[in-house]
Every structure is written in structure tokens, then in C-alpha cells.
């Protein structure tokens, strides 16, 4: 056994010393179009007139940049690293290509070695019904199977959706989250640029997962993708997310709204691996609308970022609507990794599940911030959450906030949390079988972790395994 | 915007005017504080609703308008008090009794023979003036303007207060008991207590909440702080029992710091009011200090509960732990926020923490908030929560017995609230039982 990890231990060694060589990497590059930094009404417009898009969705825009303005920054929270941001030092907008492209030949040499670095074509070719690529603010790539487009299902980057279904597009946008919801929010409506759109009409399973695949290449950029997922009575549909950005001394910011529906009877299962260098402020909204019958699974990872706060919420909505959310954080040196869930019921017979695992190394921060909510007409609710929390090093801190509202009495709520280090005994077991100290806690921490990581499609789990054991590395004094 | 509260302090009726006679009361250093406390209060803005301990009641709630206190009329509750220092005295089972009038009279019943024995029991002003050595080095270090507004209330306009002092090595094996009742409609009183409980020595102190206006629509209002200092392997016990009428609105601050080897049990039980507000914290400032609270709240009509636990792990080597119960029927709503905070150099400490809320139909509402903020890795800590209502299996075996369904409901009922009634001296038990049993009946 032993030797086997050490044998895993000498392959880790040999991906790379840390994230600056495997996804740390940035392209010196000409853009196509790089406006100019800050944000204001003129910046919004000239997104809006570059995109063609229709009058109704630029006035939605200025709507939502006033709404950012009045906003003030949230008072909770990690204050000291929000104040750090700076939003007139960030470019709003960049255009890396003038076009998208269909075929992986066709896309610039520059980013097709940054997205094959990243193995996104080889998972495409191996185990993905259709592919999206974001270079900053703009989707460069995308494609999908044939058979899947036969089938009536629409998967396209959000400025294209705006510009092929604008009916679909005008009848959702902003009503998972409205621009009024938080100040970010607001700040991506105004600013939104690329992004996912999926329309999967009624009745269809799609069997192969669809995925996007985010990056951040400059430095001071901000992105904001806007995706909208829609699917139709009794279909099921699985997507997948990655996110990773070079390092850089300055910070860039992340700003995602991320909005799904699921209607009467369908499945969604949104899969969501954040990766960002740890100069990203990664502040997103993300949100699931469960219907009659519906079903959301959420699985959320956050690896990367320098400050997290990401609260995906699920909304039960119809009866019989269930929501099941698993989340896992991982808060390094200098990171703080705020996230959470939110389970909001609003249906009779509705039922949830919250199950958020972290670990917080060295200085590294992890909180848990959850809201469950149980409205007054959810009769028959039933809500559990259950935190787990690791701690390795002297330093590390882990909080937990969860907030239950409860507004009925035939419900069943239970909260449980748990935070620990590891645990002693286990280490002395582990080492009396022969195994070093480095590898029982990595064996240890690997299975504390594998709840969630089981629950990833293959390559994923690898990844998140690999850099797990990457983190790990040397965590012993 | 959307939150009118906020520019009310601007409202002069809520101030505290510069000439006002507390804080012309006691020593130099202490009309000190409570000029500071003064600033404190009429520059501090209205908490935000948004901030963590605002969400679920108004601040509002607990600000007076001066001109409009009334200063007469107290004479119907106190009559009850007599009753109740007789009852308490003839039983036997007390170390002595001490009622405090709405602040304006507090009165010592059997304490002689306790202040005989090297302890002190009287009256915080005098204390002030007589035993200036321990108040002034204990006095608002705990709760003070530091904690919020309305503690900066309460540190300005304290007026009287209670001082009880256990010198080193002292046992006082039967508890004392304060009993503190608010005037009627329209009164403001800001009761405060200071308790230290010398080396190795051990107090236990029932301190009793009652009175109050009778009518909501003209409520009063009790704004009271509480410090307790266990010094090292002292082992104090405090029972706080709220059970004011209808018409209260009650505002609590209560913070205890224990030092090595010293334990504390800290029983919140809360009955009474409109509106409650109450904050209870234990600070673990010593190696091996051990603290538990045991609370328990019965919400009926339209009661609001919003209750606050922490348990501060400062020194390592501590361990704490925390059962809190709440019940609510009618349209009664209770929040729970309790947090287990444990400091980077606090080492090797256990924290547990659990409520369990029980709601007896709909209508009612209960909001719980166990926060955990652990600052270190070498803890072991967890906390759970569970809201529901009484589960229906439990109530159809007790039916298949031959129990009718009023009395299977008080017998879970009981069974719920159990833990926490064991921690309650004897002589109480039976009163709160009876509490229980009263507000099951809805009265």
C-alpha cells in the first residue's frame, strides 16, 4: 500500500510544483478589442452596441449598473479583502477573436494551447456531448454532437442564444435572479458577457454531460458570464463547469450569475469545480429554480480564488421538488473560501439536503454560511444539513454559520457540524501499519473528502484527487 | 432604504439629556463611566436591521422616549413580591432573598448570616462607595458600551444595582435568590448585578425576572446587565428566570468570565414578555475551566424570543457545552443564534452545542443559528440543531396506552425540557414545572 502511494506521491512531484505551472501560465496577447478600465453607462453601451444586442436587454443593463451603484458593498462578511477590490481598475470587457469558432482548427494557436494545456478538447473527445470555451469575456470554441442538436437541444454561449432565441432568452433572464438581488449580481447584469445557455426540451434524457470551461488570461480583468440553464418538463440534463486564471500580482474579479430551471419533473445535476489562481476575487451568484417534481443536484467545489462568497441556492418551488446540494472547500495559505448553501422551500412535500465538507490549511480560512428556509405554505418539509470541517495546521480557521427560518411546524429540520483535525489515533493506526505520516494524512483527508469526490465524473475526481494531494504535500512540521 | 429605523436616533426623545440625575450617582471614577456610557449611547446609530444580532427584532423595540416614562404606580406587582420573599424565607431552602423594586427599593431578607460569614450582599451603589477596591476593578469590564448601544444604556443609567462578593474559600450551599420586578405600563428600569465569586469558592444565585406592565399596547421596558466573575476553581451556578408579564419588553446583556479550574453553570429559562431579547456569554479566560449553560424558552400567544448563547474559548484547555430547548405554540416565535468561538492560542479545548426546538402547531416560528468560529486545528467541537414538531409516532403510542392526547403532549413536553429543569435547584424545579404545565394549558 505503502508503496503505491509512494509511487502516487512520485507522479504528483512530477505534474508540477504548484498551479503556476499547470494552469499559472498566460498568453501575451493582442486582443481584438480591449476597452478601457472602469465602468460606466458608456462602457455598458458599447458592450451593448459591439454585442447587437436588442434595445430591451441594454435597458436591462442600465437598469442594473444604477442598481450597482446604489448598492452599497456588503457589511459582512470578509470586509478587509472586500475593500480591496477596485472596481475602476478593472477592464469590463475584452474581445479576444472577432469570431467564435466551431472547429477546434479554426481557433487562434495561442488559446488552443492554453485550453489543450487544460485537456479540454481531449475530454471532449473522450466523454462530453458538447463543449463551450471561455477566453475572458467572449466564448472562443464551441461545439456539439450532432445527434444531440437533432434532438432540439440548444447549447450555445449566452450572446448567440440572445441572438438566435431572444424569446426563450427574454422569457427567463434575470428571473432566477433578479439584477436587484445583490450588488454583484447587479454588476454582472450590467456587465454580462458569454456564458452557457441550455435549452433541453420536454421528455429528453441527454445521457452525455454538456461543459464549459471558463478563463481569465489578463491581469485586472473582470469576468462576468452569464448562464442560464433551462430544462423542459421531465428531461435530464448534467453540466459541468471549470474555471481556472493565471497568476498575476493583481487581482482580477469573477463575477458569475448562473440561473437554472428546472420545469415540472426534470433533472438537473450542475457539477462546479472552481479553480481560480489565488488572485481572483471570486464573488458569484448562482441559482436553481425547482419546479413540481423537479430535481436539482448541486456539486460544488471550491478549490482556488483568493476571497470566495458563493451561496448557491436552491429554490423548491413546486411540490414534490427536490433539492440536494454537496459542497466542498478547500481554503490553503492566504485563501478564504466563504461559501455555503441555501435551501429555500416554498412548496409542500419538498425535501433537502446540504452536505458541505472543508478543509482549512496553514492560514487558510474556510466558512460555512447556509440559510434554510421553510416557508409558510411548505407543509411536510424535510431539510437536513450537515457540516464537516477539517483543520490542518496551527493556524487554520473554520466557521460555521447556518441560519434555519423555519415558518411551518410540520417540517423535520436537522443541523449538524463537526469540525476537527485528524485525528491522532487514526494517524498511530495508520502509521503502525507501515505507512509514513505524509501518506496516512493524505489517506485521511482523502477520505474525508470522498463523499464529494465520488460524486464527480471520472476525470474530475482524478483532478480534485491530484490537487488535494498537491495542497497536501509537505503539510507536516 | 428600505429600513426606516436607522435615522430615528436623530429622534432627541431617545437620548439621554446631559443633566440627567443617574449619572450624577456615585463616586467620581464611576459618574466617569457613566458619562462616557452616555456619549456612547446618543452617538451610537440605531443598530442596522441587516447586522447579525438585528435580523429578527427591531431595535426599536427597546429604545424609551424619557419624557414619556412614568415614574408611579408600582404598588400591584410589589404586593406579589411580598408573597413570594415570605414563601421563599419560610421554606428554608435559601441563603437568603433579595428583591429589588424596579430599582428604586431593593430590600435584603435573610442574608445576615452569608455577609456574617466574610460575604457581601447589598446595594451595587453602595458597594460602589464601601468596597470601591473590587467594584471599580470589576465593574463594566464585561459588559460595557464596548457591546452595543444598549448596553451603553444600561451603563449610564444603572440605578440601583446588586453586589454580591464571595470572599476565597467560602461554600454557600443554598442558593440565593434575587428577585427582580419591573413597574407597570410606561416604566423603564436598568437593573444590573455584580457577582464575584472568590478562589475555590462556590455561590449559587437564582436570579428572577418578574413584573412588568400588564398591557401590551402600553408595554414596559427592562434593560439589564449582568457581570459574573468565577475566580480560579470557583463554581458558581446562575439560574436566570424571565417571567414578566405580557406587556414587557426586556433587553439582557449577561456576560461571566471564569479563570483556571473554575466551572459554570449558567441556566437561562425564559417564560414572560412581548418581546425578550437575551444574551448570555461564558468567557473561558483559564486552563481547565469548564462552563454549560442549560436554557430552555416557552413561547405562547404572540410572544418574540430572540436569544443569544456564546461561549468564548480564550485560554486552552477549556470545555464548553451548551443544550438549549425552545417550545413555541399559538403564533409565539423564538431565534436562536449561539456561537462557539475558539481563539488561536486556545489549545486542546472541546465545545459542543445543541437546540432543539419543538413547535406545538402552526403559526409558530423558530429561527436557529449555531456559529462555530474556530480559530485553531486542535479542537474538538460540533453543534446540532432540529426544529419539528412533536413527532406524531410518539403521540400514537402514548394514545395506544390508554394516555388521551392533552396529556401524551405534556408528557413529551416534560420529557423535552428534562435536561434542562435537572439543573434547576430543587426547590425551583417544581416552579417551572408548573410554568411548563400552565402555558401547555394556554394560560
Known amino acids: 500500500m505503502s508503496d503505491k502511494i509512494k509511487q502516487q506521491n512520485a507522479e504528483l512531484a512530477s505534474i508540477g510544483d504548484d498551479y503556476a505551472t499547470k494552469y499559472g501560465f498566460r498568453d501575451p496577447i493582442d486582443y481584438f478589442h480591449k476597452g478601457a478600465r472602469g465602468i460606466n453607462h458608456e462602457v455598458v453601451e458599447m458592450i451593448s452596441k459591439m454585442k447587437k444586442e436588442p434595445r430591451w436587454m441594454s435597458d436591462i443593463r442600465h437598469q442594473a449598473l444604477d442598481i450597482f451603484y446604489s448598492k452599497p458593498m456588503p457589511q459582512w462578511g470578509n470586509t478587509e479583502l472586500l475593500s480591496e477590490i477596485d472596481f475602476e481598475n478593472i477592464f469590463y470587457f475584452m474581445k479576444p477573436i472577432e469570431n467564435q469558432q466551431q472547429s477546434w482548427d479554426d481557433v487562434p494557436e495561442y488559446i488552443k494551447k492554453t485550453f489543450d494545456k487544460l485537456g479540454i478538447p481531449e475530454a471532449e473527445r473522450k466523454f462530453l456531448g458538447g463543449v463551450s470555451a471561455q477566453y475572458e469575456s467572449e466564448v472562443v470554441y464551441h461545439s456539439m454532437r450532432e445527434d444531440l442538436k437533432k434532438q432540439g437541444i440548444i447549447f450555445l454561449d449566452m450572446d448567440s442564444a440572445l441572438r438566435e432565441y431572444p424569446e426563450i432568452v427574454k422569457k427567463y433572464f434575470g428571473t432566477v435572479i433578479p439584477s436587484a438581488d445583490n450588488k454583484f449580481a447587479a454588476l454582472n447584469t450590467a456587465a454580462w458577457s458569454g456564458g452557457s445557455f441550455i435549452y433541453v426540451p420536454p421528455g429528453i434524457d441527454v445521457k452525455v454531460p454538456l461543459q464549459a470551461y471558463f478563463r481569465i488570461n489578463a491581469e485586472n480583468m473582470g469576468q462576468f458570464e452569464r448562464t442560464l440553464i433551462i430544462v423542459d418538463k421531465g428531461s435530464r440534463l448534467h453540466y459541468i463547469e471549470g474555471c481556472t486564471a493565471p497568476v498575476y500580482s493583481t487581482d482580477s474579479l469573477h463575477a458569475a450569475v448562473v440561473e437554472l430551471v428546472a420545469l415540472e419533473g426534470a433533472y438537473i445535476r450542475y457539477t462546479t469545480i472552481q479553480n481560480w489562481s489565488r488572485n481572483i476575487f471570486n464573488l458569484v451568484t448562482k441559482r436553481a429554480s425547482a419546479f413540481k417534481n423537479a430535481t436539482i443536484e448541486w456539486v460544488d467545489g471550491n478549490l482556488g480564488s483568493r476571497l470566495t462568497m458563493k451561496y448557491p441556492c436552491i429554490q423548491l418551488l413546486g411540490e414534490g421538488a427536490k433539492g440536494e446540494m454537496l459542497s466542498v472547500a478547500f481554503a490553503g495559505k492566504d485563501q478564504h473560501q466563504d461559501a455555503g448553501a441555501k435551501m429555500i422551500h416554498a412548496a409542500p412535500n419538498t425535501s433537502s439536503r446540504i452536505t458541505s465538507k472543508s478543509i482549512s490549511k496553514d492560514n487558510g480560512r474556510a466558512s460555512y454560511r447556509g440559510l434554510v428556509k421553510v416557508h409558510k405554505n411548505a407543509a411536510n418539509t424535510k431539510a437536513s444539513v450537515q457540516c464537516d470541517a477539517l483543520l490542518i495546521g496551527e493556524n487554520a480557521r473554520s466557521d460555521t454559520y447556518p441560519t434555519m427560518e423555519i415558518d411551518h411546524d410540520q417540517v423535520k429540520i436537522e443541523h449538524e457540524a463537526r469540525v476537527s483535525k485528524v485525528a491522532e489515533e487514526q494517524l498511530f493506526y495508520l502509521t503502525s501499519r507501515g505507512l509514513t505520516e505524509d501518506d496516512a494524512r493524505l489517506l485521511i483527508v482523502n477520505g474525508f473528502m470522498e463523499p464529494f469526490t465520488k460524486e464527480l465524473p471520472l476525470e474530475y475526481a482524478v483532478e480534485l484527487n491530484r490537487l488535494i494531494e498537491l495542497e497536501m504535500e509537505g503539510s507536516l512540521g | 432604504m428600505n429600513n426606516p429605523t436607522v435615522n430615528k436616533t436623530e429622534n432627541r426623545?431617545?437620548?439621554?439629556?446631559?443633566?440627567?440625575?443617574?449619572?450624577?450617582?456615585?463616586?467620581?471614577?464611576?459618574?466617569?463611566?457613566?458619562?462616557?456610557?452616555?456619549?456612547?449611547?446618543?452617538?451610537?446609530?440605531?443598530?442596522?436591521?441587516?447586522?447579525?444580532?438585528?435580523?429578527?427584532?427591531?431595535?426599536?423595540?427597546?429604545?424609551?422616549?424619557?419624557?414619556?416614562?412614568?415614574?408611579?404606580?408600582?404598588?400591584e406587582n410589589f404586593g406579589a413580591v411580598e408573597k413570594i420573599v415570605r414563601e421563599h424565607v419560610e421554606h428554608g431552602n435559601l441563603a437568603g432573598v433579595v428583591t429589588d423594586l424596579a430599582g428604586r427599593e431593593i430590600g435584603f431578607h435573610g442574608t445576615e448570616e452569608l455577609c456574617a460569614r466574610g460575604a457581601v450582599v447589598t446595594k451595587l451603589s453602595e458597594a460602589a462607595t464601601e468596597h470601591p477596591e473590587l467594584v471599580e476593578k470589576y465593574l463594566y469590564q464585561l459588559v460595557n458600551s464596548a457591546c452595543g448601544k444598549f448596553e451603553a444604556l444600561n451603563g449610564a443609567l444603572w440605578n440601583d444595582g446588586i453586589f454580591i462578593y464571595i470572599p476565597d474559600g467560602l461554600v454557600v450551599e443554598k442558593p440565593l435568590h434575587l428577585l427582580r420586578e419591573s413597574g407597570l405600563s410606561g416604566s423603564a428600569q436598568y437593573p444590573r448585578l455584580l457577582i464575584v465569586v472568590g478562589k475555590n469558592a462556590e455561590l449559587s444565585v437564582i436570579d428572577e425576572y418578574g413584573g412588568g406592565s400588564l398591557d401590551e399596547s402600553q408595554p414596559s421596558n427592562t434593560n439589564s446587565a449582568v457581570e459574573i466573575f468565577g475566580l480560579a476553581d470557583s463554581r458558581v451556578r446562575y439560574v436566570s428566570l424571565q417571567r414578566q408579564a405580557p406587556g414587557m419588553h426586556g433587553y439582557m446583556t449577561h456576560r461571566a468570565r471564569i479563570e483556571q479550574g473554575a466551572t459554570m453553570l449558567t441556566v437561562p429559562l425564559a417564560f414572560g414578555g412581548a418581546v425578550s431579547k437575551q444574551n448570555f456569554g461564558v468567557i473561558l479566560n483559564g486552563r481547565h475551566s469548564e462552563s454549560s449553560m442549560f436554557g430552555m424558552l416557552f413561547g405562547s400567544g404572540y410572544q418574540r424570543f430572540d436569544n443569544h448563547t456564546l461561549h468564548h474559548h480564550v485560554s486552552g484547555e477549556t470545555t464548553s457545552n451548551i443544550?438549549?430547548?425552545?417550545?413555541?405554540?399559538?403564533?409565539?416565535?423564538?431565534?436562536?443564534?449561539?456561537?462557539?468561538?475558539?481563539?488561536?492560542?486556545?489549545?486542546?479545548?472541546?465545545?459542543?452545542?445543541?437546540?432543539?426546538?419543538?413547535?406545538?402547531?402552526?403559526?409558530?416560528?423558530?429561527?436557529?443559528?449555531?456559529?462555530?468560529?474556530?480559530?485553531?486545528?486542535?479542537?474538538?467541537?460540533?453543534?446540532?440543531?432540529?426544529?419539528?414538531?412533536?413527532?406524531?409516532?410518539?403521540?400514537?403510542?402514548?394514545?395506544?396506552?390508554?394516555?388521551d392526547e392533552a396529556e401524551a403532549v405534556r408528557m413529551i413536553v416534560s420529557g423535552f425540557v428534562i435536561p434542562t429543569l435537572q439543573q434547576v435547584p430543587k426547590n425551583l424545579r417544581d416552579r417551572i414545572g408548573s410554568f411548563v404545565a400552565q402555558r401547555l394549558e394556554g394560560n
Open chain 2, 13 to 75: 426623545d431617545y437620548l439621554i439629556p446631559e443633566m440627567a440625575p443617574e449619572l450624577e450617582r456615585g463616586p467620581r471614577w464611576l459618574r466617569d463611566v457613566r458619562r462616557r456610557s452616555r456619549e456612547a449611547f446618543n452617538s451610537a446609530p440605531v443598530p442596522h436591521r441587516g447586522l447579525h444580532l438585528w435580523r429578527y427584532t427591531d431595535p426599536m423595540t427597546f429604545l424609551v422616549d424619557r419624557s414619556q416614562v412614568s415614574d408611579t404606580d408600582y404598588g
Open chain 2, 323 to 403: 443544550d438549549f430547548k425552545v417550545v413555541l405554540r399559538d403564533k409565539a416565535t423564538s431565534a436562536y443564534t449561539g456561537l462557539i468561538r475558539i481563539e488561536n492560542d486556545a489549545r486542546t479545548c472541546e465545545a459542543y452545542q445543541e437546540n432543539r426546538n419543538l413547535l406545538l402547531n402552526s403559526g409558530t416560528r423558530a429561527e436557529t443559528i449555531p456559529e462555530l468560529e474556530i480559530l485553531n486545528e486542535d479542537v474538538r467541537c460540533s453543534h446540532g440543531a432540529t426544529l419539528g414538531p412533536i413527532d406524531p409516532l410518539s403521540i400514537f403510542y402514548l394514545l395506544s396506552r390508554g394516555i
